[in-house]
């Protein structure tokens, strides 16, 4: 039976066996500049540290290492799928035998009973996650190279320039530190003319305008917010208060926040789904569902537009603008739409459970 | 046809049964089908967009109708006009400006004070509101109570008001105004800071709050017998004016007192009675409505008592007249003449009176005892009269000092027919009494920016404006309302800001 190779680990402990000098080398060598060193040549991502030298881009003569050859040879296999008939391999490599480092890779017994030269070169190998070959060479080689060019002075003039060019310009950008006028403070969200009116305003105009007449929902919405800042401020209804209002004398000189804390505080927190044959019969049963914030202001603008269709005021405008200081004074028929939509929902939240067991029966 | 038997077991199916059943045949086992092969009856494709028809249905077209939906009853008679021309002055929410001064005769001359906004006075809101000063949409309805700028044009004219009242070189003398100027840019409230000033001078004040309602055909005309060219008498809209005067004036008007006979209204009006008492028959009997504004004129035109009738004569305060949309006045108006021709608004006995004013008077001032008429034009409703465009720009050439006679004078463009009444009535030649000024054509333009700076913190401390006011913020405004217009930079300063 040919022998089964992990190419991977053989590839990682062969060279140690094949190179045995490097790592000793090292050792012995003068320390210069050596985190320099592992700036430079290790990895770039500071977190990996030097664990993984797959992840560094080596180079040089050792870059990329010729497999060995009962490595080549399983591979040339592998792709003539060349076999006897009876089995046996068909390269001499494979046939004629494995190396002892590879029997060594696959047998912890074998391992034991090792050379004693062998077994001190695995003691003595670099932990797992270096670098198979060294890159102190080169970098000494930099090093000796710009000392020597320090120590005679006579390097590349036109290095020198560029570095007197960089040396000037950093410090041209170190005296200009302040701007010829001063850089502008963040704008209002509202300078920007598709963000010019407030998320809230925008929602309730667009949802005043009948016939895409948006102008004419504008002018009717201006009216609304002028009532709102003309009108006297609201009483508080101690039941309902509204959200985020401490002092409601202040809403009046703010009408857009008027607007925005009134649409907060009615909108409601879900809504009611009937999912039918959930309870077995092809009954429906409700169910509540959370809204997104949008979708909780917008019901809360149209049960406010719907209550205001039933004041006897002439103009539309008006009718939304009292129908927004009674929802502040805590008279408005919204409050118990809200309210009996949350006592429903408090009601059928056990259902929510049976949605979920066949949700999850479907799957 | 359907086969006989069953494709699948090949058993025979069960014929069709027959209407009569033959008795002879004997009963047979059950086969294995139990269906009859021809059993199921078609179902008659139901048409279901047209509904059956009954016996003698018509069947033409009928529309439906409609169902009635129950709205509100629309408001009384007159309940949206009010709505539409309610003024308000005052807006309980916005916060108080503290030491805010008021626009008084002390203050109007004060030059320190321009940029600043000063309030009307309180006790003199009644007046300004009689007189029609206010007009919906200029925005008083944001602030606590009304305040105006003072801006460089306003003391000017206050300057000009207490020369004419205070003893001195410039007592008694006339000054004659048209305001005109971008849309927006304060010319109606020009006049109501003149009003203010007049009221607090103690001045008689006429105003024509908008000189359109003469001439669209909505009130009374009569022609005047012994006229000619005939002109025509306005009954209602002299009552009006004399009410706008008695109510606006009261207290001066109370303590003057008729001078001298009046031959035309000899039952009514004595000598010694009040000149409120002398308008109030104007206003009562509508008849002779022009002649007591003629015969109220003449009282407070007059520079000394009618011989005999000392004893009833006091000296006569300044008179101001106010005209706003004075452009109306110079077009045909919507009456006819018996002959059907349209009249020309200056054929009007009122439109008349006030347009005479202008010219230099005959042997003394126009207004004898001075005052100030200011005549401002509207540039949101201006009917497009080219003879006025082109006295305007006359009036503007002669007061650059361009010699009438000379080449660069502006002239009518001889094909264009313009109207030779308008450019005749301001082509006004030069006053002889020193007394008298000549007319002028003043434009107001925008705020300079130290006036808006002014302007904008008194928005920001009414609360309305929620930013801070630096002189980037003010330029910024300044800019963005074409240089300081004043209507544009309420706008901007009315409008909510989104903070990031």
Not at chain 1, 141 to 163: C, H, I, T, Y
Not at chain 2, 25 to 49: C, E, G, I, Y
Request: hydrophobic letters at 35%; proline letters at 8%.
């Amino acid at each position: 039976m040919p022998p089964r190779l992990n190419l991977f680990t053989a590839r990682k402990a062969v060279p140690i066996i094949r190179q045995p000098s490097i790592h000793n080398s090292v050792l012995n060598r003068p320390q210069i500049g050596l985190t320099c060193l592992n700036k430079r040549y290790n990895s770039s991502d500071p977190k990996s540290g030097n664990q993984n030298p797959k992840s560094s881009t080596p180079s040089g003569p050792t870059q990329d290492p010729l497999p060995h050859v009962s490595e080549e040879a399983a591979a040339m296999e592998k792709i003539m799928g060349e076999k006897k008939c009876d089995g046996t391999p068909a390269s001499p490599e494979l046939e004629q035998g494995t190396p002892v480092s590879e029997i060594l890779q696959r047998d912890e017994e074998a391992k034991k009973h090792m050379p004693k030269v062998m077994q001190d070169q695995v003691r003595n190998s670099p932990p797992s996650g270096s670098r198979s070959f060294s890159t102190y060479t080169r970098f000494a080689q930099e090093m000796q190279k710009q000392n020597s060019a320090g120590a005679s002075g006579s390097a590349d003039p036109s290095v020198e320039l560029v570095a007197n060019m960089i040396t000037d310009v950093s410090n041209q950008a170190a005296e200009k530190q302040g701007l010829k006028f001063p850089a502008p403070e963040s704008l209002p969200a509202s300078e920007n003319f598709r963000e010019r009116y407030d998320s809230v305003l925008k929602l309730f105009t667009n949802m005043i305008m009948k016939s895409g007449k948006l102008t004419r929902a504008q002018r009717n919405m201006d009216t609304i917010l002028d009532h709102l800042r003309t009108a006297p401020a609201p009483q508080p209804n101690p039941r309902r208060r509204l959200i985020s209002t401490p002092n409601y004398a202040a809403l009046p000189l703010n009408p857009v926040q008027y607007l925005n804390v009134i649409v907060n505080s009615v909108a409601p927190l879900l809504k009611i789904k009937s999912y039918s044959g959930l309870a077995g019969g092809g009954r429906a049963l409700a169910v509540p569902e959370p809204l997104r914030l949008p979708q909780r202001r917008r019901l809360a603008i149209k049960w406010i537009i719907d209550a205001s269709q039933k004041r006897r005021d002439s103009k539309l405008a008006n009718r939304v603008a009292q129908e927004i200081v009674a929802v502040a004074e805590g008279r408005s028929s919204v409050w118990d739409r809200r309210e009996q939509l949350h006592k429903i929902a408090m009601g059928c939240r056990a259902n929510i459970a049976l949605v979920e067991i066949r949700s999850k029966t479907r799957r | 046809m359907v086969p006989s038997f069953c494709g699948t077991c090949l058993s025979r199916l069960r014929p069709t049964p027959r209407v009569l059943p033959s008795l002879t045949s004997a009963p047979r086992a059950a086969p294995f089908h139990t269906t009859a092969v021809l059993s199921s009856v078609l179902m008659k494709k139901k048409n279901r967009d047209a509904p059956a028809k009954k016996y003698r249905e018509r069947t033409a077209f009928r529309m439906k109708k409609k169902r009635h939906v129950e709205r509100p009853r629309p408001p009384p008679a007159g309940e949206r006009q009010a709505l539409r021309k309610r003024i308000v002055l005052s807006n309980p929410n916005a916060l108080e400006v503290k030491d805010m001064k008021d626009l008084s005769a002390d203050t109007m001359i004060e030059a320190r004070l321009r940029g600043s906004v000063l309030g009307l006075p309180m006790p003199m809101l009644d007046q300004l509101r009689a007189s029609g000063a206010f007009k919906p949409h200029q925005g008083w309805a944001i602030f606590r109570r009304p305040g105006t700028v003072m801006r460089s044009e306003t003391l000017e004219m206050g300057k000009n008001f207490h020369e004419i009242t205070s003893e001195g070189a410039g007592k008694g003398k006339v000054f004659k105004r048209i305001i005109s100027g971008v849309r927006a840019s304060g010319k109606t409230v020009h006049l109501l800071q003149a009003m203010t000033m007049a009221f607090a001078k103690k001045w008689v004040v006429f105003t024509v709050p908008e000189a359109q309602d003469l001439v669209i055909g909505h009130t009374t005309y009569t022609p005047i017998s012994g006229t000619n060219p005939t002109l025509y008498a306005q009954a209602d809209a002299t009552a009006a004016l004399l009410s706008r005067v008695i109510n606006s004036n009261r207290d001066v008007l109370s303590g003057l007192t008729v001078s001298r006979e009046h031959p035309s209204l000899r039952s009514t009006v004595k000598p010694g009675m009040k000149l409120t008492e002398l308008a109030t028959v104007g206003t009562t009997d509508r008849a002779i409505a022009w002649t007591v504004f003629q015969a109220l004129w003449t009282e407070l035109t007059a520079t000394s008592p009618a011989p005999s009738l000392e004893k009833h004569f006091q000296p006569r305060p300044p008179i101001l007249v106010t005209v706003d949309g004075l452009a109306h006045w110079m077009k045909n108006t919507e009456y006819r003449t018996p002959e059907f021709q349209p009249i020309h608004a200056h054929d009007l006995a009122f439109v008349n009176h006030f347009l005479s004013l202008l010219k230099p008077g005959f042997e003394k001032p126009s207004l004898p005892n001075g005052g100030a008429l200011v005549y401002a034009l509207s540039t949101s409703n201006k009917p497009s009269v080219y003879a006025l465009d082109v006295a305007l720009k006359q009036l503007e050439a002669r007061q650059a000092g361009v010699d009438p006679k000379s080449p660069e004078f502006p002239q009518p463009d001889p094909y264009a027919n313009a109207d030779i009444r308008v450019i005749d009535a301001l082509n006004v030649p030069k006053p002889k009494d020193a007394k008298e000024g000549a007319l002028e054509v003043q434009t107001l333009g925008g705020l300079t920016r130290e006036e808006t700076r002014g302007y904008m913190e008194y928005f920001a401390r009414s609360g309305i404006m929620r930013e801070k006011v630096s002189e980037e913020s003010v330029s910024e405004k300044w800019t963005l309302a074409a240089g300081g217009v004043i209507g544009e930079l309420e706008k901007l300063g009315k409008r909510v800001r989104v903070a990031a």
